[in-house]
């Protein structure tokens, strides 16, 4: 297993921008695909962003230009960096850590092995 511990979420107004940690520890970092979802109250998890073991990039739609997903590998840390914050962005935000390579989805919740407790933004008008 790996444990995950996001930071950095907060109340910001709209069009303002937070950034997101996601600290890893338990297994070595370089070696899992990682992920960012959010859930909102009475909706569904939905993917953010993720950041695959050699790098490659993948974003829903709705976060394209205005959000940027990163990771340090020495640092052990996935980051995502949000701006021009939105209302809709409200949720609470969790990193996930896919632990064995294989072929997958990166942005289908289903492929992931660990997740984090999680940090609220939440965005106001």
């Known amino acids: 297993q790996v444990q995950l511990v996001e930071s950095g979420g907060g109340l910001v107004q709209a069009g303002g921008s937070l950034r997101l940690s996601c600290a890893a520890s338990?297994?070595?970092?370089?070696?899992?695909?990682m992920g960012w979802f959010r859930q909102s109250p009475g909706k569904e998890r939905e993917p953010v962003a993720a950041?695959?073991?050699?790098?490659?990039?993948f974003y829903k739609d709705s976060v394209k230009g205005r959000f940027t997903i990163s990771r340090d590998n020495a640092k052990n840390t996935l980051y995502l960096q949000m701006n021009s914050l939105k209302p809709d962005d409200t949720a609470v935000y969790y990193c996930?850590?896919?632990?064995?390579?294989?072929?997958?989805?990166?942005?289908?919740?289903?492929?992931?092995?660990?997740w984090g407790q999680g940090t609220q933004v939440t965005v106001s008008s």
């Open positions: 996930a850590a896919q632990l064995l390579p294989r072929a997958y989805d990166p942005l289908n919740g289903r492929e992931y092995d660990s």
């Open positions: 338990g297994r070595t970092f370089s070696t899992l695909a």
């Open positions: 950041i695959g073991r050699g790098g490659g990039i």
